[in-house]
Nanobody, 119 residues
Framework: QVQLVESGGGLVQAGGSLRLSCAAS????????MGWFRQAPGKEREFVAA????????NYSGSVKGRFTISRDNAKNTLYLQMNSLKPEDTAVYYCAARAASARLYDYWGQGTQVTVSS
C-alpha cells in the first residue's frame, strides 16, 4: 500500500507556471505506475498524464501535451507535474494516483490540490 499527498497548487495567472508534487510513503514507490488526474466542479475526473515505473515512458492527454511534463524521482519517492503556459481551462483539483504494474485501475489516490488559473 502507498499513501499519497499532493502539494504545490495555488493561484496563477494565465500563461504562468506551477509545479505540483506528490509525496509517496514507504519504500516501494518504484513498484507503481503513477498518474495525474484533475476534476473541475460539476465535471468528471479526467486523465492528465502518466509515467512508467522507471520514468522512461510518459503519456499525456491531448489538452496538456506540450505544456505539462510529468516526472518522478524514485529516490525521493516523489512524483511531479510541471505545468507551463497555464490556461483558465486548467483550473481544477489535481490528484496524483498510483497503481501496481499488474493492476488495471489506479487503486491509490491523494487528497488533491487546487489549481486556479485566472484570465
Amino acid at each position: 500500500q502507498v499513501q499519497l499527498v499532493e502539494s504545490g497548487g495555488g493561484l496563477v495567472q494565465a500563461g504562468g507556471s506551477l509545479r505540483l508534487s506528490c509525496a509517496a510513503s514507504g519504500r516501494a514507490f518504484s513498484d507503481y505506475y503513477m498518474g495525474w488526474f484533475r476534476q473541475a466542479p460539476g465535471k468528471e475526473r479526467e486523465f492528465v498524464a502518466a509515467i512508467s515505473r522507471g520514468g522512461s515512458n510518459t503519456n499525456y492527454s491531448g489538452s496538456v501535451k506540450g505544456r505539462f511534463t510529468i516526472s518522478r524521482d524514485n529516490a525521493k519517492n516523489t512524483l511531479y507535474l510541471q505545468m507551463n503556459s497555464l490556461k483558465p481551462e486548467d483550473t481544477a483539483v489535481y490528484y496524483c494516483a498510483a497503481r501496481a504494474a499488474s493492476a488495471r485501475l489506479y487503486d491509490y489516490w491523494g487528497q488533491g490540490t487546487q489549481v486556479t488559473v485566472s484570465s
